[in-house]
């Protein structure tokens, strides 16, 4: 009998994807779990794969690559997917694939398997990556080709098969969760009208109900890496998992939007991002005391196409691999300290210092100082506004040429 690595978290459609194989290939099935944060029940989720029909289960603890290989790169390049949306399922899905490439490659496995559908994006991520890593393996994509047409329909073929799944009729969405975020997608969130009902939040405390005083946090980079909070170094995993922590406290986080999907529609997701959230804000606020002009307005467009390479799955290609090399050269001056205050859903810097700061206070002060003299601005504007100035003279003397 082949085999047939199966990218599997223990939800609703990965949980009947493990039988659907077994009985429409005839493969023994070895599920594939990555381990990035989710905060679950490992054996349990071990335990439900096997009598599922699984012959084996891979658990691969990836938090800390995740962390530091993944989406600290992220930080670093200032990537938000259309002004909004922190990329945190986009981000996983290169080193899921990875996973699953690595299990079927020691298992010798001839293909694998997933349970996004043919509507996302995430069976394009998945696949780009699995051939970008291994162009042998054969991928299998059930909701390309199983009957089942709906999310009301899987629960019914869970049912049917005595499978439990961790979704009803009366809580049908569809979450994804990691140290970075957790999404929510499909039931009533796909009328844009609806607003999230208020129990929808997992990391998140709604602003209402979040504290009525503020909270500080004081985070340094090294090279624009998060290396310290609040004076005491740490961990990644451990830092991500404390901003996690008092950032959701803190109802700070929360994106509610509809985004343009690579294969062509609109979606509404709900996101919760507090610890990224934080991060970036205080990375990008560091960024603006150490970068010059030139170079972060320059880095603010690769950031557009950057988050892009990411969202569409392009993780493992050259053009990434080239822009984390411009990202981390003008990295090198991103070193020092920014404060935060949170409050209620707001995330402001209050506070920020560096080393290699370029803002100078004699220099840009209101107040008298011997460094600038004013009057050179004159020539500046002169020379600055030539090209404006012809063009107005040109207009001016064709329109009295026209007797205007």
């Known amino acids: 009998m082949g085999k047939v690595v199966l990218a599997y978290s223990g939800g609703l459609d990965t949980s009947i994807i493990i039988p659907w194989l077994k009985e429409h290939y005839g493969l023994d099935v070895i599920a594939m779990v990555a381990d990035l944060g989710q905060g679950v029940d490992y054996d349990a989720i071990r335990e439900k794969a096997l009598l599922s029909g699984a012959s084996g289960v891979y658990i691969k603890d990836v938090r800390r690559e995740f962390v530091e290989d993944y989406l600290f790169p992220l930080v670093q390049s200032g990537a938000v997917y259309e002004g909004k949306y922190l990329l945190g399922t986009s981000v996983a899905r290169p080193l899921i694939a990875k996973c699953l490439v690595e299990v079927a490659e020691a298992e010798g496995a001839e293909a694998v398997a997933h349970g996004a559908t043919g509507k996302g994006n995430d069976q394009v991520r998945f696949e780009v990556s699995i051939r970008a890593l291994n162009p042998d393996l054969k991928v299998i994509a059930p909701w390309r080709e199983w009957s089942i047409r709906s999310r009301s329909q899987a629960m019914e073929y869970a049912a049917a098969r005595g499978i439990p799944v961790p979704v009803t009729r009366e809580r049908p969405f569809s979450v994804d969760q990691n140290l970075w975020h957790v999404s929510h997608e499909g039931g009533l969130l796909e009328d844009p009208g609806n607003a999230p009902p208020d129990d929808l939040y997992i990391m998140i405390t ?38 996690n922590a008092i950032g959701g406290t803190n109802a700070v986080g929360i994106v509610d939007m509809v985004e343009n999907r690579l294969v062509g529609m609109k979606s509404r997701g709900i996101y919760e ?66 404060r935060l205050k949170l409050y209620k859903g707001n995330c402001v810097p209050a506070g920020i210092w560096s080393p290699y700061s370029l803002y100078d206070q004699n220099l840009s002060t209101f107040e008298e100082d011997d460094i600038y003299d004013q009057r050179d601005a004159a020539g500046f504007i002169n020379l600055f506004g030539l090209p404006v100035k012809m063009q107005a003279l040109i207009r001016k003397r064709h329109s009295r040429a026209q007797g205007g």
């Open 206 to 243: 709604p602003p209402e109900r979040a504290p009525d005083r503020p909270a500080y946090v004081e985070i340094e980079f090294e090279e624009g890496v998060p290396k310290r909070l609040d004076g005491a170094a740490q961990d990644p995993v451990t830092l991500l998992e404390r901003l």
């Open 273 to 338: 991002t507090p610890g990224g959230t934080i991060l970036v804000t205080a990375h990008r606020a560091l960024e603006s005391l150490t970068l010059d002009r030139d170079t972060q307005h320059f880095k603010d467009t690769v950031a557009i196409r950057y988050a892009e390479l990411v969202y569409d799955g392009l993780w493992f290609t050259p053009l990434r691999e080239a822009l984390d090399a411009f990202i981390a050269a003008t990295q090198k001056p991103v070193t020092g300290r920014v």
